[in-house]
């Protein structure tokens, strides 16, 4: 199957700071990729819905000025988490759909914030 | 209401035995439905993916089935291993993705 590749898999980070996550296509275009949280024990919250070279579509209770979400290229998503605050910690996962509507999920990032 | 329900929550069965997993969808006609697993900490796993015609899909020992009908759909998982210990998502994709809840699996030995 395609590989969608998710960097960095875990982070540490101070309050206050923001933090970078990537978001890969390794071996196909994905014109569209989603975000997730997912809480301990919880199933996959979809945070927005990224397309390629326009702006992202964020779902209710979301915050777009908090996640901010640029998908500059086929192949590239990346969601910054903004400001951190030790409440946004938790598990952020990509997934890269392909043009055959197929869903690939990255490897995860664990966020933690102190 | 979610598009997507499934069932049971969580199962815990003996190392070796057979167990299936139930997904019940609203979403119809769709594009594919997909099974993942998804180990503590990690991001989801495909295992099988069927087309609205399609009834069945093996990988190994996992066997999804797919009634559109009825819509449902079963993951079968035949004589479990530890390693199977894990949460099952199915998942339909029509014009977005709609997620089930899961149901977490634990194999003892």
């Known amino acids: 199957g395609a590989v969608v590749s998710q960097h960095p898999s875990r982070v540490i980070c101070k309050s206050g700071t923001s933090v970078k996550i990537e978001c890969r296509s390794l071996?196909?275009?994905?014109?569209?990729m989603f975000w997730y949280r997912q809480f301990p024990k919880k199933s996959l919250m979809l945070m927005a819905t990224?397309?390629?070279?326009?702006?992202?579509?964020?779902e209710q209770g979301v915050e777009k000025d908090k996640f901010l979400i640029n998908h500059a290229s086929l192949t590239l998503s990346t969601l910054t988490v903004t400001s951190a605050h030790p409440e946004d910690s938790s598990f952020y996962i990509c997934s890269a759909l392909t043009v055959n509507t197929e869903a690939f999920f990255g490897q995860g990032t664990r966020l933690t914030v102190v | 209401k979610n598009q997507v329900e499934q069932s049971p929550q969580s199962l815990i069965i003996l190392e070796g035995k057979n167990c299936t997993l139930q997904?019940?969808?609203?979403?119809?006609?769709?594009?594919?439905l997909r099974w993942y697993k998804q180990d503590t900490g990690r991001g989801p796993v495909s295992l099988t993916i069927?087309?609205?015609?399609?009834n069945t899909k093996s990988n190994g020992r996992y066997t999804a089935t797919l009634d559109a009908d009825t819509k449902q759909s079963s993951l079968h998982i035949t004589a479990s291993q530890l390693s199977d210990s894990a949460s099952y998502i199915c998942?339909?994709?029509?014009?977005?993705?709609?997620f089930g809840a899961g149901t977490t699996v634990t194999v003892r030995a």
């Open positions: 990224s397309n390629e070279g326009s702006k992202a579509t964020y």
């Open positions: 071996d196909f275009q994905a014109t569209t």
């Open positions: 998942v339909v994709t029509r014009y977005k993705l709609s």
């Open positions: 069927m087309t609205f015609s399609e």
């Open positions: 997904c019940n969808y609203t979403v119809s006609p769709f594009s594919n």
